[in-house]
Structure formats: structure tokens, C-alpha cells
């Protein structure tokens, strides 16, 4: 046991329960970076304990032998002020640990093994490198549909949950991603609420997009709400399109995606179990999943589509959900925005039938609303499509996105964009025979989306379009003249090709 | 390409290209935690370039938005002061990093990818994370044989080495390891050189044992010495025991294991390569390896110990050494004394022949000397044990012992203890039936060693031997009450089994 001063450190950089210590006092307790060292702080009632991660100091003028560096959060945690002292003593390893180690080893975990590492990874008790090390023992050895499950099962456990009672009809739909744009979330929701139907979305923010549907929606209305609000607001209006963040469903997933993001790791079970996880916590039982396939994007052939397709209804059968996959075009954007407000604006168009209204925006909602319209019975077998286009086109679907938007709290029915632009023009006359997704989704990012909302491109050409020398084939929103001009720097030959 | 402020951080914890950027300034160059960034600073001549490893801090008050985070040593590879200007650009991922992904995947890597990986582990340019990701994939998949040959072959050669010429005969041993105690190193290299022989011996520090033979050796002598004033000591005198550090020989080995502990894993090839490294930087062609065998050791049964053995030898012919592997009891420690000085103790004791002299210590290190003599054809067949208990007995060995110590830089032939010590007593009569050697390790750690080198255990009793109640077992040195009291709380019935 050792007696130190607590200094604290402000920068947050990796797991938040780290406590530094100077080599010599790690020596004395017989320790190495990794391990758990046991903090105790104040006395009587208020004596709290806290089990930290260690890393060690080399460095002579860093930490001092007196102290003990502990990341702003164990020092809140602790509840110490300067001047305190903190006892450190020895405390094991979490159990957490040793499964993992047996997951590397290639031994399948049954659900406890994985609650365990599931419910250590949303308390932050285990360090990016084990996490690591739990990503790689499940990409090189896989995980079996029943840890699969098993994982879904607790990543739903460790996080909150929406309940909409037993026998009700919950809708959702997905998809696994890849596609800039491709915001289709925000025309299925409408559609089939308009119908009466439960669909209660709960979205993601942009990992490495420039745009999540949380974000895009963000700009039209509040997208953070709790759980118990979100529950009205469906029993209200049917259905909301809201950040899944804000609710803590399957919180377990953002953890690991850091310990993924190095290798651009993706083990397909935790994929599944990530999606799979968030559907069963919103409450959902008929679940549409859209993957598209092209050499762009995630799955890149059909076969292997094919083959993450019946995982996928496999562990939908097994969870007790209603699951349809279908394979999509994932070679070129789906609509014209780029970015949160011009996603936005896009959608709004296409709600309302103007003009300008993207044709593949609304032809592939339609499309999905009415599949998941037929797997609820609400449509007859091959009548879905029709149910869907009527209630864009009569303008129903766009009055009930209002509904939903002011329901969750309006901002705008058309939001702003940022206020520098520039248009990207073609060299040379042809038809658009390629889109570089990568790097529209690259150039959008840079102008500054998703943190500057009104930032990104706007695709004024699509594939099989014929472009005229001159013509604009896109057009780039900034904030600022350097944030533009650092995106220009990413214009050139490869984002469009014309044929 | 951004224009930020340096900030020096002085804690380093981890990599040492590390540089800090606040959530939004990440941001604007799209950038995630573990990506690489290009820093530049100074002009004309004084221009310097470093490319380091992103972290990325949220919390509001540590970095600052007008500043780049670098730690100690980045700072000082920038040569930037206060008040400087860093720029800050993109920089694409080692390529590395594909190598580590592939060798996850279950490929096979060549030398050149090997090469890329050790090159970049050894220069600091791979994050732990990723880091363990190798790790992860050599545990998972192994290293075939050439796959070893290869590392081995990258270790050495991205480290120094010496040369004895062509033709020379070397002698080296290697232990494993696990076993406390066990310093019969520092009694065959007399043994050997004492027969004009040429034993050039770089040891490692304890990593987890409470004295490696270095720290053991330093307790008598220098022992971090340069590689040209080895050359000349062993010119001189016939070898040297010196701490393997000193020299660089295989210097990628050690920042592998702060990625291996974690989860204490330890590929086979790994080992394989970074003591056929070792070996192979100091120049050696005839090697004795000792597995020790045992149920508290690394290698638990007779059957893992001989692939490990036939493994070692194949290798050993590849790389064109001879190589001969023992099995060894592993089941108690060899010698009495446990910590740096209390080794070297018994290992003068044990050379000089002294009544305490540790008869196991003494009959180990004549068996191996001798097959090394037999190895090498100095001793014919069946022969080189007698050889090898003759130098012992006549003091030859322990004159090339004082010759070797006098040619490193003599500190003591008898080093200083800890003042303070304890001594344990048997609670009942009977026979030591077991000595269980984590406790061992542990106890003479938490008590000082290796960092106090007067710290550590003396084992008054050995396996096999009679013990009456209220006679030492053994006797605890610690250089203050704190540590001694410390290292107390780890004696208990379980250290010793009398029965």
C-alpha cells in the first residue's frame, strides 16, 4: 500500500479510469503498465474506491514519486481535491480479462463469458489494448451464430431500452452503410407512419461519413432526447428518427469501434450483433436491413451479401424478430446532398415532389417502405410499392414528417447552408460513368461537415447523366474560405468520370 | 493543413511520437485517434519533420484549440520551443500496419513485411494498439519456420552486433526462464573461458523475476557497456556477462512485451526468435538452451518441452548454429539466494566451493558446461562434465571469475545486503515438499528487488530437505520497514509445503 498525492492530468485521451504512476512506485508494488491498481480516497462515509488501469511514467519530471496522476474523470470520481491523499494498493485483473484471453485462444465464450466483457467495456474497466485484443480474437476466429446472440443479448442488457408492449407491431429498417447520402430513413419513417404504424428509429451520428441520419435530422429537429420522451412522442405521432446516442441503446458499440478503428477491423459477428442489438433494445420486430454491394463499399460481391443476408435472418429467428434483407446498388450516392443541411433539404424536397426532388431518393423508399409495409401485413403481397408512392405523392408522408419534426421539437423546415460555395465543372462533355464514393465522402468531410451542419456537396450530375464541357458537376459548401479550399485540394479527375 | 501552438506534455505513458489535438481540430482534417499526422517545424536549415501518432482529447480544457499537444520526446525530435509554430498535415498509415492486418488475416508474411513491422516497432512508429494487433495474429495463427527464421533474421539486423570473425567457435546458454535463482550463467562462463574458450554472454534485467543475470552480475561489476569495449573484454579475458540493453542486440524484443503483458501472452515464435536474436547478434555458433520443466514454470510437461526443443534446433540449423536443447527440473528454485546481491552471494560461494555453497547450483552449471565442451569439441564425449567439475574444484574457474569482474569494472567480490531481514520460521517438523516459486518471485520483488539489489530472500532450506518446527525456512531482505512489512503480508503457509 502506498500513500500519494493526487495530481490531476486534463488531457483525456484513452480509457477514462487511468492512473499514472512514476516507475519507482510502480516498482515497489510490483507493477506493470495494464495493470489494476486499487485507489481509496476520504474517509468514513465519504471513502470512495475506485479500481484504475495503470499506465507508468518514465519521464522524471512528469509525475513525481509524492503524487499519483489521475484523468480528469478518476479524479472526479475519487472526489479528491489537492492536497488529499490517495491510498494504492494491489486488486486484480477483471475476470473480463482471462475470457478474452480464451476468445484469442480460439475457445468459444458462452453468454456470460461475453456479459462480462460486454459490461466491462460500457464501465470502462478494460484498456484500449485488451479491447484490441478481444476485436482480434473475434475477427480471426469469428464468432458462432449463439455468440452472435449471446453478444446481442448483452450488448441489449448493458445498455437502455424501449419497451412499446407485447404484440404491438414495431417496425425498422437499416442499413449497413457505405453509401454517401442515401438517406432513405427519412422517407420510409414518414411513409409508414402516415399508415398508423409504429416506426421508432434511433440513428447513428457520422463515424467516417460526413453525414449520420441523426445528424442530417438534427438539422431539421432536436434529435437528442431521452427515453421516456421518446416514448411519447411515438405513442404520439407514431414514430420519431432520433440519436441513438441519446438514449444509450447498445452504448457497448462506440467503445469498441476506437480499438477497431486502427485496423479498420470488422469482425462480422459484431457487426451483426451491433445492428442486431439496436433493433431488439428500440423494441423492433420487423426489421428491413438494406446492404449495398459494389466494389465501393463494404460488401463488394453478391455472394458474400448473400452469405451476411442469412446471418442476419438466422439471428433474427433466434431473437424472435421478423428480419428482410435486401442487396442494393451501393455504386454511385443515393439523392443529391452531402451533408447534414443539404441531406436535409434533399429530403425535403423529395417529401414534397419539387422539382429538384432526387427520383432515386424517393424510388428506393418507396421500394423499402413497401416491403416493410407487406411484412406487417398492412399491404397485400405485391401491393406494398403502391401503398408507399401513394402517400408520397399525395403529400402525406411530407405532412407527417412534420408532424414528427415538431413533435420532436422543430428547428426548420429548410435548413441553411453554409455560406461559401464552389462549383466543380466538367472538362470535357460525355456521360457521368463513376462516382468516386470515398472521396465525396473525403471532400464533404473536409469542407467541414458533420460538425459544420451546412457544409458539404451538393451532386448537381448522377450516374448515366450527360454532362455538357462546362457544366457543373457538383457544387462545395464551407464555412470558411480555408475549410473550402482545403476540400478543393481533393477535387480533381478521380471524383467524377465522364465517359 | 493546420497552423497550432506546441504544448509539451510531460507525462509519457506510452509510443513516444505522440502528439495531442483537441476533438475539433481532429475534426477539420477528418482525423480518428491512432491516425498519423506530419509535423513540421522550424525553416530552411533548421527544418525538421516528425511523423507522429494521434491522440485525440474531448476534454475541454487540456489542450486548447490553438495548440498541438507533444510529448517529451516528440518535442524535443521538433526541436520546437514556446511561442513556435507547428504545422500540421496528413500522413498516410505506416505501411506497417497492412503487414499487421494481413498477418491477423492468417497470411504468411515474407521477410520484407516483417522487416517493414520490426523496423517501425523498433523506431516507435507503431501505436500499442496496433502493436498488439501483431501480437494478436502471431499468437493466433503462429510463425512457421520461416516465418521465425525471418523475425529472428529482422530483430538482428535492426539492432547491433558483434563479430568474432569467421570461423571462431562462440559459446552461449540460454534459459528460458522461470525459475528463481538459477544463475548458473555466471558459473559456466568462467568454466569455459577458464579453458581458453570464447563466451561472450548478454543477459537481460528481470522483467518479471526479482534479478535477471545482468542485475545480478551488476551487483559485482559494470555491465552496461558498449559493444567496442565488449569486443576487447572478450579479446582480453574470454567473454563477459553484460546486460544485453547496453549493446542494442534485439532491441525490438523489448517493446513487444509491454504489448505481450496485458494479457501475458506469448507467442511461441516470438520467444523463439527473440532468443535465436539474441544469440545471433552476439555472434554465437554453439548454444545450450535450458527448458526448465515443471507444473509452476513456462513449460508444463515433457511433451511441449520437446517441441519447443526440436523447434529450437531446426531453427538453430537454419541460421547456421549449433544448437542443443536440455530439459530441466523446473519444479524449485536452483541456488539459495533470490535478488540481485544475495545471487551473486552464492554464486561466489558456490565458485570458491564455501561450506554454503548451493550443491545444485554448482552440479547444474558442471552438467551444462560440460555438454557446451563436448559441443564444441573440447572435451571429448562423456568427458566434458569431469572437465568442467575440475575447473570448478580447483579454483580456476573462480580466478577467471575475478579476471572477468576486474576486466568489466569491479565494484565488490562480496556485495552489501539490505540492512533490514526477517527470517521464517517452520511451523511444524518435516520435509519441504514444495516451494512454490510465483510466491518466491513475488515476495522478493515487493521487498526491493531488483531496483534495491540488497533486497530479495535467502532459502535457508531447499526441496527434500528435513526441517524441524521453529527452524528457518528462509530469511526476507528489505532496505526499509515498509518494503520488509510489505513483502510480509506474502509469507504464508502456501510459500512452503512441509509435510
Not at 441553411?416 to 462516382?435: E, M, P, Q, R, T
Not at 468531410?445 to 457544366?471: H, I, Q, S, T, Y
Amino acid at each position: 500500500m502506498l500513500k500519494l498525492k493526487p495530481k490531476r492530468i486534463e488531457i483525456t485521451t484513452g480509457n477514462k479510469w487511468i492512473a499514472v504512476l512514476q516507475q519507482n512506485n510502480a516498482d515497489k508494488l510490483d507493477l506493470h503498465p495494464g495493470d489494476r491498481i486499487e485507489l481509496t480516497a476520504g474517509k468514513g462515509k465519504n471513502k470512495k474506491i475506485v479500481n484504475a488501469i495503470l499506465e507508468i511514467s518514465d519521464d522524471g519530471n512528469g509525475i513525481g514519486d509524492k503524487n499519483i496522476g489521475l484523468f480528469s474523470e478518476t479524479w472526479n470520481r475519487l472526489g479528491v481535491k489537492k492536497g488529499d491523499i490517495v491510498n494504492v494498493g494491489l486488486c486484480p485483473k477483471p475476470l473480463s480479462t482471462i475470457y478474452i484471453r480464451e476468445k484469442l485462444t480460439g475457445q468459444h465464450l458462452d453468454y456470460k463469458k461475453i456479459d462480462f466483457i460486454i459490461r466491462d467495456v460500457v464501465q470502462e474497466d478494460l484498456s484500449d489494448v485488451e479491447i484490441a485484443y478481444f476485436v482480434a480474437g473475434c475477427f480471426i476466429h469469428g464468432l458462432n451464430d449463439q455468440e452472435t446472440i449471446d453478444l446481442t443479448r448483452s450488448i441489449v442488457r448493458n445498455g437502455s431500452r424501449l419497451n412499446f408492449g407485447k404484440g404491438k407491431i414495431v417496425l425498422d429498417k437499416h442499413c449497413i452503410g457505405g453509401v454517401p447520402g442515401n438517406r432513405t430513413t427519412m422517407l420510409i419513417i414518414p411513409i409508414c407512419t402516415s399508415l398508423g404504424l409504429t416506426m421508432p428509429k434511433t440513428s447513428s451520428r457520422a463515424i467516417t461519413s460526413p453525414s449520420g441520419t441523426a445528424d442530417t435530422m438534427e438539422t431539421l429537429a432536436e434529435v437528442a432526447i431521452p427515453a421516456d420522451k421518446l416514448m411519447k412522442i411515438a405513442k404520439k405521432v407514431g414514430g420519431f428518427i432520433a440519436w441513438g446516442g441519446g438514449v444509450d441503446l447498445a452504448a457497448a458499440d462506440d467503445k469498441m469501434i476506437k480499438a477497431r478503428h486502427p485496423l479498420s477491423l470488422d469482425p462480422e459477428g459484431m457487426l451483426l450483433a451491433s445492428i442486431m442489438a439496436k433493433k431488439f433494445s428500440a423494441g423492433s420486430n420487423h426489421v428491413l436491413i438494406d446492404i449495398p454491394v459494389g466494389e465501393q463499399v463494404k460488401i463488394s460481391n453478391k455472394k458474400d451479401g448473400d452469405c451476411l443476408k442469412k446471418r442476419f435472418e438466422q439471428i433474427g429467428k433466434k431473437l424472435g424478430m421478423k428480419v428482410k434483407v435486401i442487396l442494393t446498388d451501393g455504386e454511385e450516392p443515393i439523392g443529391k446532398g452531402i451533408g447534414p443541411a443539404l441531406e436535409a433539404i434533399d429530403v425535403m424536397n423529395s417529401l414534397q415532389g419539387t422539382p429538384d426532388a432526387s427520383r432515386d431518393l424517393r424510388e428506393k423508399a418507396c421500394e423499402m417502405a413497401g416491403m416493410l409495409l407487406e411484412m406487417c401485413g398492412k399491404a397485400k403481397v405485391g401491393k406494398g410499392y403502391n401503398m408507399a408512392k401513394e402517400q408520397l405523392e399525395s403529400g402525406a408522408a411530407y405532412r407527417q414528417m412534420v408532424k414528427i419534426i415538431e413533435a420532436q421539437g422543430k428547428k426548420t423546415l429548410y435548413p441553411k447552408l453554409s455560406k461559401l460555395k464552389h462549383a466543380v465543372k466538367a472538362l470535357k462533355s460525355g456521360s457521368v460513368k463513376y462516382i468516386n464514393n470515398a472521396l465525396i465522402a473525403r471532400i464533404a468531410r473536409v469542407a467541414g461537415a458533420p460538425k459544420n451542419a451546412g457544409a458539404g456537396m451538393w451532386l448537381d450530375k448522377k450516374l448515366g447523366d450527360k454532362v455538357k464541357k462546362g457544366e457543373v458537376l457538383y457544387t462545395v459548401y464551407a464555412d470558411g474560405q480555408e475549410a473550402l479550399e482545403r476540400a478543393l485540394t481533393f477535387t480533381n479527375d478521380g471524383v467524377y468520370k465522364i465517359g
